[in-house]
């Protein structure tokens, strides 16, 4: 299967700062990549549709100036979290689909 | 409107015995159906697919599901548990083409697979 790695892994920051979250395809061109959020014990929820070379599309909900997208190549997206929140604290995934849809790690946030 | 449910919040199994993970779905037109596992802190892993053809689909690490079109099921199966399956599992279902369309997801339904 197709390969997405994740960059940090795992971040704490202070509330108030902002936090990039890398996503890369490593074995294939995504021109779409999938942002997902994950609370503990709990499924994913879609936060955003990535597309590369144009504005990301937000799922219902999402703040789309908290959550910033951007998708610049065919194998980096990133997710930047601005003025980050306690409550932003979650589990994020990315995603790049073919037929199969395949995840990175996840990144583990935790704003103090 | 698309969805899955996983009717069990948590399945318990002894190692050796066989497993059964329920999905069932309700998806406009031909559902393209998946399963994932997900280990503590992890990303998802790519267990297996329908998308047409045989009805029973084998996949990774001896798992295989069912799909059962009057039913709307697409059970996760496995002969015999191993304790090291025991970990959180998603089945995920795709209405339309298989480019299109968003990937919605089951609540999850954790494995305990006990010595």
């Known amino acids: 299967g197709a390969v997405v790695s994740q960059h940090p892994s795992w971040v704490i920051c202070k509330s108030g700062t902002s936090v990039k979250i890398e996503c890369r395809s490593l074995?294939?061109?995504?021109?779409?990549m999938f942002w997902y959020r994950q609370f503990p014990k709990q499924s994913l929820m879609l936060m955003a549709t990535s597309n590369e070379g144009s504005k990301a599309t937000y799922e219902q909900g999402v703040e789309k100036d908290k959550f910033l997208i951007n998708h610049a190549s065919l194998t980096l997206s990133t997710l930047t979290v601005t003025s980050a929140h306690p409550e932003d604290s979650s589990f994020y995934i990315c995603?790049?689909?073919?037929?199969?849809?395949?995840f990175g790690p996840g990144t583990r946030l935790l704003v103090l | 409107a698309q969805s899955v449910a996983q009717p069990e919040d948590q399945v318990n199994v002894a190692e050796g015995n066989p497993l059964t993970v329920k999905c069932t779905y309700s998806v406009s037109g031909n559902p393209y159906l998946f399963w994932y596992v997900q280990y503590p802190n992890r990303g998802l892993q790519f267990l297996l697919k329908?998308?047409?053809?045989?009805?029973l689909v084998k996949g990774s690490y001896g798992f295989e599901a069912e799909f059962n079109k009057s039913q709307t099921s697409f059970h996760l199966k496995k002969p015999s548990a191993l304790v090291s399956d025991s970990a959180l599992y998603f089945c995920a279902v795709r209405g339309g083409s298989s480019n299109t369309g968003k990937l919605i997801f089951g609540q999850g339904t954790t494995l305990q697979v006990k010595p």
């Open positions: 329908y998308i047409t053809g045989d009805n």
């Open positions: 995603s790049e689909r073919q037929e199969t849809q395949y």
């Open positions: 074995d294939f061109q995504a021109t779409t």
